[in-house]
């Protein structure tokens, strides 16, 4: 199993290959190997809701799961639904109406009717895994459905997993079924360490420097200066610069290269993009600036880094 701590990068050979995050979903039908596996995913995705976009996309999702506010829904599956941006309200049979901000994630459980959706004038950006099986059976025994929802914060490693799980998923490689499963037993454990509330014991600090990689990571696809990315936190810059270089060893600009640039080698090796694709992908000015860049850390240009990773797979 693959474990991840905070900060880590993954290696090119671990780290599948990452779009731009479009509204992406798949519901998977478990086979006998799945079911005999013990834990199964059912259904994985993410969906972005502009303001005033009407909730929820029903036309992405089959019959079983579609539903409107009125009448809500009752699903067969267990679900960890996190919303990475935005805020909203969530109700249940077992809960009554609850206030959903970024950083929070809620459990669906089997049977249990509930509903969710967006404040009209935010929207929100929801990540979202159906598992089941005997093992999450027993797993899910120990959350409350009476208190489904747990803040996870703005979580660097939780985001990290759900990208890589997704990212599994669109490749379709062969064993991912039971490798999405081990991811998704690692994300359930980051949430049951934030149900405890041993966060609280977390230096502020710390919690600002794991914030600043999170909006970081969310931001390696836009074009907005790091100065921006990070207005929403409780800081100024300078104080958030200061901490944030004092913890890794760079500045948020520096950070955010490296992330776009590890991005850069994975559209390279796993894809036919050409460069202007490519720095429109991972948020450069120009294929000119990033060819420079790329030339500058790793010693040549992205051209000829991309045929020295073809003669290897070769």
Request: with cysteine; aromatic share 12%; proline share 5%.
């Amino acid at each position: 199993m693959l474990i991840l701590t905070s900060g880590q990068f993954l290696p090119i050979n671990l780290y599948f290959l990452t779009f731009i995050m479009k509204n992406f979903n798949k519901y998977l039908l478990p086979g006998p190997a799945e079911k005999n596996w013990g834990f199964y995913v059912t259904s994985a995705g993410y969906t972005k809701i502009d303001s005033d976009q009407p909730y929820p996309l029903n036309h992405q999702h089959p019959d079983s799961h579609r539903f409107n506010w009125d009448s809500g829904r009752i699903l067969n599956d267990f679900y960890l639904v996190f919303i990475s941006m935005g805020e909203g309200i969530f109700e249940s049979a077992l809960s009554t109406s609850k206030k959903v901000k970024e950083g929070t994630c809620f459990l669906l459980f089997p049977s249990i009717w509930h509903r969710y959706k967006p404040k009209r004038e935010r929207g929100w950006e929801e990540y979202w895994i159906g598992f089941n099986g005997p093992y999450p059976e027993m797993l899910m025994a120990n959350f409350d459905p009476k208190y489904p929802l747990i803040n996870i914060g703005r979580n660097d490693r939780f985001l990290q997993l759900l990208h890589l799980l997704l990212d599994q998923i669109r490749q379709g490689i062969p064993g991912y079924h039971q490798a999405i499963t081990g991811l998704t037993l690692q994300l359930m454990a980051i949430i049951k360490t934030a149900s405890q509330d041993q966060q609280s014991s977390v230096h502020p600090t710390m919690k600002l420097i794991e914030a600043i990689k999170f909006l970081l990571r969310e931001a390696i696809a836009g074009n907005e200066s790091t100065e921006q990315v990070l207005a929403c936190l409780p800081a100024g810059y300078s104080k958030l610069r200061r901490d944030f270089k004092a913890f890794t060893g760079m500045s948020p600009h520096q950070y955010l290269l490296e992330l776009r640039l590890d991005k850069v080698k994975i559209l390279l090796a796993g894809t036919g993009l050409d460069m202007n694709e490519i720095a429109y992908q991972t948020g450069f000015e120009s294929a000119s600036y990033l060819s420079k860049l790329f030339k500058k850390k790793n010693g040549i240009g992205p051209r000829e880094w991309r045929k020295q990773q073809e003669v290897l797979c070769h």
